[in-house]
């Protein structure tokens, strides 16, 4: 496997956030989740969910905002987000596109600056 698609750990004191979204073609529902590991790989919480009818792009973002909002209640500050979407990136980063409007304000109302210490955008693997 090409190391650029392996898991990375994050920087000592942080921990990684690595979420996923994805819709069934043939029903139009989506699913999202993700896992949260501290600097040693170590598992620290999973989740995962039905979203319902949307498209791959927001099951990304909620899959995101779920993610951000178990780290944030298992009192989690210092989160390194990675991410398969340049467009989930940008819209953390401040530019959202105007189909993620409602996901970008849920992520927006939740002051995530003192948290996010790292966002990195990676590809998929095609393996």
């Not at 896992?35 to 039905?50: A, I, T």
């Not at 099951?59 to 340049?86: P, S, Y």
């Not at 596109?97 to 304000?105: D, K």
Request: charged share 30%.
């Amino acid at each position: 496997m090409d190391r650029r698609h392996r898991w990375q750990p994050p920087r000592t004191e942080t921990v990684k956030l690595n979420t996923d979204g994805a819709v069934d073609t043939r029903t139009g529902n989506a699913k999202g989740g993700g896992v949260l590991r501290d600097n040693d790989g170590q598992w620290l919480g999973g989740f995962n969910r039905n979203i319902g009818r949307c498209s791959a792009f927001h099951a990304e973002l909620w899959a995101l905002f779920d993610g951000l909002t178990l780290g944030w209640e298992r009192g989690l500050r210092d989160i390194e987000v990675q991410l398969h979407n340049k467009e989930d990136v940008e819209i953390l980063q401040g530019y959202p596109h105007i189909e993620a409007n409602g996901v970008a304000n849920a992520l927006a109302r939740i002051d995530w600056n003192d948290s996010l210490v790292g966002i990195e955008d990676i590809k998929r693997s095609t393996e």
